[in-house]
């Protein structure tokens, strides 16, 4: 039996990107959190959150640095993980997560959680990589002769290809933004109409 999914539009998604110090979940901290709404099939810039994350003992990774811009000393006023922590998950709690790239955003999620204590809210997860894959083998069978490579999964990258105008990389906020504007124009070039159909 076949369960019924929400109409697409009727879920909210919290678009969310991270800037961390490193690349590895279980010891480079969350240094920068942002996330903004889609509600009805908009998104809402006005209850969008944003904070700086101060890392505490870990160690921001120097190479790391050249992307976010970020240093030890910036982050020294702000609030730690375990405070913002909270937020995040009440956000997620009954909404679906939108993030570009899951396996990184949610592993570093996941981790924090698992070290502060905070419980992972387990929320729906749509991920704009995954639906770039999912544009690009409809568009195989649609126009099969036309020659294609994979699609581009940089998030600017895939912004340009499907029309969509250049953002200042590598800030949390900025990204959220960039990631749920991409998930709409996927979403309506998939035909999605309901959530099962963008997960």
């Not at 709404?37 to 050249?66: H, M, N, Y």
């Not at 939108?98 to 070290?115: G, K, P, Y």
């Amino acid at each position: 039996m076949l369960f019924s999914s929400p109409p697409w539009d009727s879920v909210t998604y919290w678009a969310l990107d991270l800037e961390t110090g490193g690349l590895d979940a279980g010891k480079d901290p969350i240094i920068a959190v942002g996330m903004v709404p889609i509600r009805g099939g908009r998104i809402r810039l006005g209850e969008s959150f944003r904070t700086l994350v101060r890392p505490g003992r870990a160690r921001i990774d120097p190479a790391s640095v050249p992307a976010h811009q970020l240093v030890q000393g910036e982050l020294r006023d702000a609030p730690t993980i375990e405070e913002v922590l909270p937020i995040v998950e009440r956000r997620l709690r009954t909404d679906v997560l939108l993030v570009h790239h899951r396996a990184i955003d949610v592993a570093f999620l996941r981790q924090a959680c698992r070290r502060t204590g905070v419980r992972w809210p387990a929320p729906k997860v749509v991920d704009t990589v995954d639906l770039l894959f999912r544009v690009a083998r409809r568009a195989r069978f649609t126009t099969p002769l036309e020659v294609r490579d994979r699609p581009v999964l940089n998030l600017s990258a895939a912004r340009e290809a499907h029309g969509l105008p250049p953002y200042q990389a590598h800030d949390a906020l900025t990204d959220a933004v960039a990631t749920a504007e991409l998930f709409l124009v996927l979403r309506h070039e998939l035909g999605a109409r309901t959530l099962r159909d963008l997960r």
